[in-house]
Structure formats: C-alpha cells, structure tokens
C-alpha cells in the first residue's frame, strides 16, 4: 500500500514537470560542432497574465553554407516548476535557423538560457 502511494507521488510529479515548467532539449552535440547562439531569455512583465516571448537564432546573412543546426538547448532558470514552456516554431535540427516560443504558466514570469550549436 506504502509502496503503492509513494509510486502514485513519483507519478504524479513527473507528470506535472510534463506539463509545466522544464528544461527541453533537441538534438544532440557531434564532434565538430561550435557553439553558435548563447541568449538569456526572459519575460518579468508582471501585470501580463500569460508571458510569452519569441527568440531567433538566423545564420549570419549572404553566409556560403551556413552552419547546420545539431542541437539546441533550452534550460529553465527558475527551479520547481515555476517556469515556462519552450518549443520550436520554426526551422531546428539539420537546419540553418530555428525560432522557439516561450510561454509563461499564469502570473509567472520565465528565464530561459538557450544554446544553440552546430557545423
Ligand atoms: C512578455 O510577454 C508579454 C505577453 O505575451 C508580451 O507582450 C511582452 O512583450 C513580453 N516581454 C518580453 C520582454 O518579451
Ligand atoms: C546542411 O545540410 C544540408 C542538407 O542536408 C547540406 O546540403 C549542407 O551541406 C549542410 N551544410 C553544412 C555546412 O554542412
Ligand atoms: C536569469 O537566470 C540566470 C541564471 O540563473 C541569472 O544569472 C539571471 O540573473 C536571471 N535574469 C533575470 C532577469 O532574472
Ligand atoms: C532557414 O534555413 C533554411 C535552410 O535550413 C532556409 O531554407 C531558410 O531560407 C532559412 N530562413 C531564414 C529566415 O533565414
């Protein structure tokens, strides 16, 4: 029964991790690649009931072969479940662009730091 009750807890905190605050990950580093973008993004506007912001990384332009996409990093700062939600909108992995949308949880503020690296 203990046993049982303490599986149910574990379950039910991955689950809310699932669906609030996290840190997200696409792709993976390979040998060769560089860090091409390191950005803090961050949304305070406190009286905004649901926070959103927009980052975009875009390869220098006119580059010959601009680098590919291999992984991109979004690490929530703020620990606990406070933070936001990241995802791509556009462009990613094998990609010479990405764009991602953050999006607070209500009257929470977010703070984000994002990587991206690629060859
Ligand atoms: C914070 O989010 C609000 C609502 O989405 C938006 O209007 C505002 O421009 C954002 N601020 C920043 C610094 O991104
Ligand atoms: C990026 O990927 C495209 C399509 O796979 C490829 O044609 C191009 O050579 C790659 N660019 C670099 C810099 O490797
Ligand atoms: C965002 O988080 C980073 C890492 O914890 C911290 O250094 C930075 O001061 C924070 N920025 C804001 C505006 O809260
Ligand atoms: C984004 O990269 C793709 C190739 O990966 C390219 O076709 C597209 O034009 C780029 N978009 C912008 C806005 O630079």
Do not use: H
């Not at 303490?6 to 560089?34: H, K, M, N, P, T």
């Amino acid at each position: 029964m203990k046993a049982i009750a303490c599986g149910l807890v574990i379950f039910l905190s991955v689950s809310v991790a699932l669906i609030y605050g996290e840190s997200r990950q696409w792709g993976r580093r390979v040998s060769g690649d560089r860090q091409l973008d390191y950005a803090v993004v961050v949304n305070n506007s406190l009286p905004v009931p649901e926070k959103s912001s927009i980052y975009r990384y875009l390869s220098a332009p006119g580059a010959f072969r601009p680098p590919n996409i291999t992984a991109i990093y979004a690490r929530d700062n703020i620990p606990a479940g406070k933070g936001g939600y990241a995802a791509i909108v556009s462009g990613g992995i094998n990609q010479a662009n990405v764009t991602l949308k953050f999006t607070s949880q209500p009257y929470q503020r977010f703070n984000f730091t994002v990587e991206i690296y690629g060859k």
